[in-house]
């Protein structure tokens, strides 16, 4: 048996945005012969030796093109390989300020297609909406394309364009051209509604300032004089599964399951709420095709404990997780190993989650949200019927 100690770095992944470092050591449990791989070292001394024309051989890139094709092979839309640039590209992005159009993308049935576009960003004003597909990037059609290649044609500079050919939800194509600017993503918003008695909080994305900025956003409100709470997790493409479980303990009550995970080296785990420490008020919960990973955990822990009710339409369905580890060299791999199920135990991944107030279109989900809170009035989570 060979044993392969993989990686000095690894990030915990729900989403597109990979924060989490830590270490990991994995022993292989399959048994390869130690001469598996050697025609992959023939037919790189083949090229060497035979091809016509010898200057166009790019060692680097043969390696990396040989590590992207043992990716590719997995037929995982979230597994990929990542070169220095587009690893480092990748890591900016992280930092909430990045150059773009603000558009968070997938592999969904062999064609490119939005998660969602980031609030307020250029792809949103745009139009681009959750599940559009994207046929061509600049002319160039996006078939058979990874999403590190999809993302480096899309990203740019600042004041330069790009032109998608766009595929909406209905069938109707159209071409949008998008003009880059840098964009600086803030994850919580929030501010009063529904006549000053509701608290109205935006998670735009799981990253690891989330519950620094929802503890500051629940500190500005005077709680105990809140008829209730909307939480709106539309459009968040997801994060880190850390986030996602200490969110979740702000609006779940203490010694239940929030999410469970299955992977091949960890198993089975479970993670467990300490205990809210704000009121039980009747809380409202948006969703929509753009809810994605992590956003999908925090809203199913709410909604499996009866907690508050969601509101809005089907949500995403990424139930995998993701690991980035890093390479000596600046590439990195970025590995699908697990599975999230609810506290209920149901699969999210290609499912989602289906709202229990489903919105028609052209109306407000924040109005139907603020009706419901209006009708539980003094009413403390969980409550019997609290769908209704």
Known sequence: MIKRSIM???????????????TLGVNGNQTIDSGFFSPLFEVYQYIQDYFYNPEQINDQEALYGAMRGMVEQLDDPYSEFLNPEDYQHWEQSLEGKFSGVGIEITIKDETLTVITPLVGTPAEQAGVCAGDQILEIDGEPTEGITLSTAARKIRGEAGTSVSLLIQHKDGTQEEIEIVRKIIVVKSVTSELVGEGRIAYIRISRFDSDATINLDTALSEFNLENLDGMILDLRNNPGGLLKEAISVSKRFVDQNVIIVSTRGRVAGKEQFWSTGNLIPNLPLA????????????????????????????????????????????????????????????????????????????????????????????????????????
Request: proline fraction near 5%; charged fraction near 20%; hydrophobic fraction near 45%.
């Open 285 to 388: 919960v948006l969703i929509n095709g753009g809810t994605a990973s992590a956003a999908e955990i925090t809203a199913a822990a709410i909604r499996d404990h009866e907690m508050g009710i969601l509101i809005g339409e089907c949500s995403f369905g990424k139930g995998l997780i993701q690991r980035v580890f890093k390479l000596p060299d600046g590439s990195a791999l970025k590995l699908t190993t697990g599975e999230y199920f609810t506290p209920l135990g149901q699969a999210v991944n290609k499912v989602g989650l289906s709202p229990d107030i489903s919105i028609d279109q052209g109306e407000d989900p924040i109005e139907a949200a603020i009706t419901w809170i209006n009708s539980h009035v003094g009413a403390r989570m969980p409550i019997a019927l609290g769908k209704s």
């Open 8 to 22: 000095k770095k690894a990030l915990v992944v729900l989403g597109p945005i990979i924060i989490l470092v830590i």
